[in-house]
């Protein structure tokens, strides 16, 4: 463990400020907010969330929450919408009546039912469980959805939108027909700071208040700085060392191993946030020999997965699930009591049981040649993948890699018949609830939304049964009879654990970084664990001592 301080999820150490180096700042002089992102450069931004990946991450400022899921608790905590109730097939939204856009409109129940008809035009999730929306009031939203949906769904897949659709950017373009094809060229904040700068280098956003362009916001005087300004790095390595050097304050998610966080200053601190998200290799299930579920478990068998992860680094990832299930491990206990539960499947290290298995499927161990499609960018998961092919070949598989320079879309279901990919959504509320993580194994429609992007089949027989996983999600969404559900989910598990869509090879820890010489932030508080600390603790309604405006993250440079 690295002697910088690390802020657990559950608030278990001190983030006190220390004295040191300055760090951060500008060259003009200002007191900034200095932030990074690796993943694309600033002259790639897009500010329609529905056009792309590239979508940078001061969307978090920009935009409110409708409300804040915290990953620790499972809560969602009053933001824009600030109460929200069920009766008779609908849901009514109260929002905050102090929220506006940079034009200084309010933002209204009518905007906020033109985003979700906007989203209901780009066949957004949400869709799936409401079947109507209206503003009933100034400030108050109501939602119908059919008659015995599960209204915890409804909640998950709602409450985390955010207020990005101003219908200044959105009316009067073709947003019926192609609503990811509107161009939105500068956002139309709804959140506390507003996007002054953006160029090839960086973006710089500003607290509303007192700005020539934008009109000011309830919130814009929880920032005693000037703003963040977030600049592009090269790839992780880049950002480390900037981090390092005290050239910047901190990035929103950034993977760093041990042996970089060993590196970083004292007062840098760490959040680990549970992400969902995480590795998996998966099949195309319509091709030979991944067809047979006995090859399929052989290669589970053949990847010591726990070594895997403490190659690249234990304190960044949360597990490899021993007996996966298809659950989050943050809801794996709540819902079948273990993280190993009985019956299930432990996948261990297992070369000898991963023979006896191909030799029931027909093969010998060295028949299979298998080329592994991985993004090699990905710095962990490009790592992962080339320890998984040497112990591929130590257990006597004739086992490549292939590495690509795009990430994961770019050829997941197009080529590769065994290739990397996400085992869960996650960076939303949904992943900790088993209906959405099943339905992105079982159903998966992120890659293609016609069929599952890996030709997984609907019907399952296991055990002598003939699931359909269609129906059995379909019943999983209107139902409200807590032990139906939960038989639901033991079933569904089992065929995630038994007939092996894809190889769980790791969850991870979103590790997210503030400045703690320059920055001050609470000793514990639920809302470390959230997307994202440093974007989100300014607007937390608490107070800390000393200051004369709420928010949990204060300049002291």
Not at 302 to 322: F, L, Q
Not at 356 to 367: Q, R, T
Not at 414 to 422: A, I, K, N
Request: proline share 6%; hydrophobic share 35%.
């Amino acid at each position: 463990m690295s002697r910088r301080e690390f802020v657990s999820i559950a608030g278990a150490t001190g983030a006190a400020a220390l004295a040191g180096c300055t760090g951060g700042g500008s060259d003009d002089g200002g007191d900034w907010f200095v932030g990074t992102q690796v993943n694309f450069p600033a002259s790639n931004y897009h500010w329609n969330l529905l056009a792309g990946w590239e979508i940078p991450h001061d969307r978090f400022g920009l935009f409110a929450q409708w409300t804040q899921y915290l990953i620790d608790d499972d809560e969602f905590y009053p933001h824009l919408v600030q109460e929200w109730d069920h009766d008779g097939g609908e849901m009514t939204l109260t929002l905050s009546e102090e929220f506006t856009w940079g034009s200084g409109d309010a933002v209204t129940a009518e905007d906020l039912a033109f985003q979700l008809e906007v989203l209901e035009a780009a066949d957004q999730p949400v869709w799936q469980f409401i079947d109507g929306v209206e503003a009933t009031g100034e400030y108050e939203l109501t939602i119908s959805y059919p008659e015995g949906t599960n209204t915890d769904l409804v909640e998950y897949a709602l409450l985390a939108e955010q207020a990005a659709y101003s219908p200044a950017d959105f009316e009067g373009e073709n947003w019926e027909e192609d609503p990811a094809g509107v161009e939105v060229a500068e956002p139309d904040p709804s959140g506390p700071i507003a996007l002054t700068e953006h160029n090839d280098t960086y973006s710089q956003t500003e607290p509303r208040d007192g700005l020539e362009e934008y009109a000011d916001h309830v919130l814009a005087d929880r920032y005693n700085w000037d703003g963040y300004r977030v600049e592009f790095r090269d790839g992780n390595n880049a950002a480390h060392e900037s981090l390092i050097s005290g050239e910047t304050d901190g990035q929103h998610s950034l993977f760093a191993p041990p042996a970089v966080l060993d590196e970083f200053p004292d007062h840098l601190h760490e959040y680990r946030v549970p992400g969902g998200f995480g590795m998996a290799i998966w099949f195309d299930h319509e091709q030979e020999p991944w067809d047979q579920r006995e090859v399929r478990q052989a290669l589970y068998h053949s990847i010591d997965r726990e070594a895997v992860i403490g190659n690249i680094g234990e304190s960044t990832k949360v597990s490899h699930h021993p007996a996966p299930t298809g659950l989050t491990w943050a809801s794996v206990e709540d819902w079948l009591g273990s993280t190993e539960p009985d019956g299930f499947t432990v996948y261990d290290y297992d070369p000898e049981r991963a023979e006896e298995l191909l030799n029931e499927a027909g093969y010998e161990m060295g028949e299979i040649g298998i080329e592994l499609t991985f993004p090699q960018t990905w710095s962990d998961w490009a790592d992962a993948a080339r320890t998984i092919v040497d112990y591929l070949d130590q257990a006597g598989w004739d086992a490549s890699a292939d590495g690509r320079s795009e990430g994961p879309g770019s050829y997941a279901g197009s080529g590769p018949d065994l290739f990397v990919d996400q085992h869960t959504a996650g960076g939303a509320p949904r992943m900790n609830h088993p209906y959405f993580s099943l339905d992105y194994i079982l159903r998966n429609r992120l890659r293609d939304t016609e069929s599952h992007f890996a030709n997984y089949p609907t019907e399952v027989e296991l055990d002598g049964e003939t699931i359909d996983v269609e129906a059995e999600l379909e019943t999983f969404a209107t139902t409200t009879d807590q032990s139906e559900q939960e038989a639901i989910v033991e079933r569904l598990a089992r065929v995630v654990n038994e007939d092996v869509p894809c190889i769980y090879v790791m969850e991870k820890y979103e590790q997210s970084f503030i400045n703690g010489d320059r920055f001050e932030v609470p000793e514990e508080s639920p809302h470390f664990s959230s997307y994202w600390p440093l974007w989100w603790l300014p607007k937390v309604d608490e107070s800390l001592e000393g200051y004369d405006t709420p928010g949990l993250l204060k300049f002291d440079g």
